[in-house]
């Protein structure tokens, strides 16, 4: 659930609401017990809560009815949920089941568009150039380190061209040449 709350939201924000949030509802049958005031009560810090509540009643009544609470393993069951994408299938699918999957966020898009990595027109695009770029080995964990190089490096307004471990392999040469 906790990845259906994060769209378009501060990691900080869906930290805070989750830790209050899963202690008293951590399963599908709980987070319906709960109903939508009470899930909204929970969640209502973090931006679009109506419409992402109304997303998790929706997907525990369909994990309930039809995987019996169980979070499904495979990409078209998870993207027929409610509030459930592409990445939300991708992030899930890689972290709660391990699988090779990259999932593209707007971190990843910019990194792998900017230093030409992948570089690509649509989330889609860039996810499949990925995919086929990045050795099998690592594909598990690409995803958690080139966000994490979007988010504290390679900066949208202000990248850190200079701190880069990945400057010499940028094709962005505007903000590598010395």
Same mark, same amino acid.
């Given at each position: 659930?906790?990845?259906?709350?994060?769209?378009?939201?501060?990691?900080?924000?869906?930290?805070?609401?989750?830790? #209050?949030?899963?202690?008293?509802?951590?399963?599908?049958?709980?987070?319906? #017990? @709960?109903?939508?005031?009470? @899930?909204?009560? $929970?969640?209502?810090?973090?931006?679009?809560?109506?419409?992402?509540? !109304?997303?998790?009643?929706?997907?525990?009544?369909? @994990?309930?009815?039809?995987? $019996?609470?169980?979070?499904?393993?495979?990409?078209?069951?998870? #993207?027929?949920?409610? =509030?459930?994408?592409?990445?939300?299938?991708?992030?899930?699918?890689?972290?709660?089941?391990?699988?090779?999957?990259?999932?593209?966020?707007? $971190?990843?898009?910019?990194?792998?568009?900017?230093?030409?990595?992948?570089? =690509?027109?649509?989330?889609?695009?860039?996810?499949?150039?990925?995919?086929?770029?990045?050795?099998?080995?690592?594909?598990?964990?690409?995803? $958690?380190? @080139?966000?994490?190089? =979007? !988010?504290?490096?390679?900066?949208?307004?202000?990248?850190?061209?200079?701190?880069?471990?990945?400057?010499?392999?940028?094709?962005?040469?505007?903000?590598?040449?010395?």
């Amino acid at each position: 659930m906790a990845v259906i709350l994060s769209a378009q939201a501060t990691d900080k924000s869906v930290n805070l609401a989750t830790r #209050e949030l899963f202690q008293v509802a951590a399963t599908p049958n709980a987070m319906l #017990e @709960l109903g939508m005031t009470g @899930l909204e009560h $929970h969640i209502r810090r973090i931006g679009l809560y109506r419409s992402k509540a !109304r997303h998790i009643i929706a997907t525990c009544e369909q @994990l309930i009815k039809q995987y $019996h609470g169980k979070i499904p393993d495979d990409r078209s069951a998870l #993207e027929a949920l409610p =509030g459930v994408g592409r990445k939300t299938a991708n992030v899930i699918l890689n972290t709660a089941f391990g699988q090779p999957v990259i999932a593209v966020d707007t $971190h990843i898009f910019r990194v792998a568009n900017r230093t030409g990595m992948a570089p =690509g027109k649509n989330v889609t695009e860039v996810e499949r150039l990925l995919m086929q770029r990045i050795p099998a080995e690592y594909q598990t964990n690409a995803h $958690h380190w @080139l966000i994490l190089h =979007g !988010r504290y490096t390679c900066m949208a307004r202000k990248p850190l061209c200079q701190q880069c471990i990945m400057a010499d392999l940028c094709r962005w040469p505007d903000k590598t040449a010395p």
